[in-house]
């Protein structure tokens, strides 16, 4: 399947939408008619995926002592012995409203008040519909396999003091033991459900403050004794703020550099990837401002030693060459006016890690609000898993 890489992508910042060039077609042909199922189990019947999707959260008792909560989305017919870790973004937590009431969300025709997107959450429902997406990308793709989700933020109390002074100073391997927990509870709900085909084979990915934990989980020596890591996916990845100040500026105040992102592409130039049918429905009216602010607001507060890990970029570097030399394939993918990861390429080891630039069209300028872009997202991994083929 995998037919070279791109250096680059290209999205439309108005629609979300993703440019098809030559080079990404070539890297995973079909994507018309991947795009095209993966919607149309959405669009069949709203409410029962949704309702789908409820069902699929569950918790993750923590040897430490807290708990983690997960999500596991999967076909039962198609379940082998690969499965897709993802570590959600910053404050991508569950969902704070059932199916019901983001159903009616979606379907309610008339004015949307402040009032009303805060009682349905349509933002909590950001890293569930990602996740799906990336399901329903790779089940369509041809390269199905189980889903699981790790929401963030993990409280504090699933970590040993140890693992958080590790965590402080760059070190994110802890993660990988968080991954082990979660990947043996979700193999205990398959063989709840007849399922006894073993897990061997993980692909991480991350985005944002999850690009880091994904990497620092791969490389964990406690993972890697027990699965072969076939890929590692990080969008976003910061590396190169000074500290956790300068984090923040880069992140609320000054979150996008450079003037000019792109030549000036138009729509005809290249055929279309439009955003996933689940995505554009909720987001259609907007997001809710103060659920989204105090959402971020927790996971400042509780993610500080993170905050400061990510600060660090020497362990990260490390292990991003010790997953090369393991034969992971590594991307890092980076949009070219985002702040935060703006200096991440200078830090990569410079060799077999691949590496994308996410570009915006017309002469927009594209920042850290890609990891909002779901089809743009799910692309990034199914490329990256395509390599591993």
Not at 158 to 180: C, M
Not at 273 to 293: F, N, P, Q, V
């Amino acid at each position: 399947m995998h037919n070279g890489f791109p250096r680059e992508i290209i999205t439309n910042t108005g629609d979300r939408s993703v440019l098809l060039t030559p080079d990404v077609q070539k890297a995973l042909p079909g994507l018309y008619e991947i795009v095209d199922t993966a919607d149309s189990s959405f669009e069949n019947n709203p409410l029962e995926y949704l309702e789908c999707l409820e069902s699929s959260v569950f918790t993750v008792n923590s040897s430490k002592g807290g708990l983690a909560n997960c999500s596991l989305i999967f076909n039962s017919n198609k379940v082998g012995n690969e499965m897709l870790v993802l570590f959600a973004p910053f404050s991508d937590r569950q969902p704070k409203s059932d199916a019901k009431t983001i159903h009616e969300y979606i379907t309610y025709n008339e004015h949307f008040g402040e009032f009303y997107k805060e009682t349905h959450a349509p933002n909590s429902w950001n890293q569930i519909t990602k996740s799906a997406a990336n399901f329903e990308f790779l089940e369509a793709a041809n390269m199905g396999m189980p889903v699981l989700t790790i929401f963030s933020p993990v409280p504090n109390s699933a970590y040993s003091p140890n693992e958080k002074k590790q965590i402080k100073k760059g070190d994110f391997t802890p993660e990988g033991r968080l991954v082990e927990e979660a990947v043996e509870e979700a193999q205990l709900q398959l063989r709840e459900l007849g399922i006894h085909q073993t897990v061997d084979t993980l692909h991480v990915s991350g985005a944002s403050l999850g690009a880091s934990k994904a990497i620092g989980a791969a490389a964990s020596k406690r993972l890697g004794s027990k699965f072969n890591i076939s890929s590692v996916t990080a969008q976003e990845l910061i590396m190169g703020p000074h500290s956790k100040t300068d984090l923040l500026d880069r992140y609320a105040f000054h979150s996008k550099v450079g003037t000019k992102s792109h030549e000036a592409l138009t729509l005809r130039d290249y055929p279309v990837l439009r955003e996933t049918a689940m995505r554009r429905a909720i987001d259609a009216h907007g997001s809710e401002k103060l659920s989204m602010y105090g959402r971020v607001a927790y996971s400042m507060f509780s993610q500080q030693k993170a905050l400061k890990g990510i600060t660090k970029p020497d362990q990260t570097a490390n292990h991003i060459q010790h997953l090369l030399d393991e034969g992971t394939k590594v991307l890092v993918a980076s949009a070219e006016n985002s702040s935060v990861s703006r200096q991440t390429q200078s830090y990569l080891p410079g060799g077999r890690e691949k590496f994308v630039t996410l570009r915006a069209n017309n002469g927009d300028r594209l920042g850290h609000e890609v990891n909002e872009y779901v089809a743009l997202s799910a692309l990034v991994i199914a490329l990256n898993i395509a390599r591993t083929r």
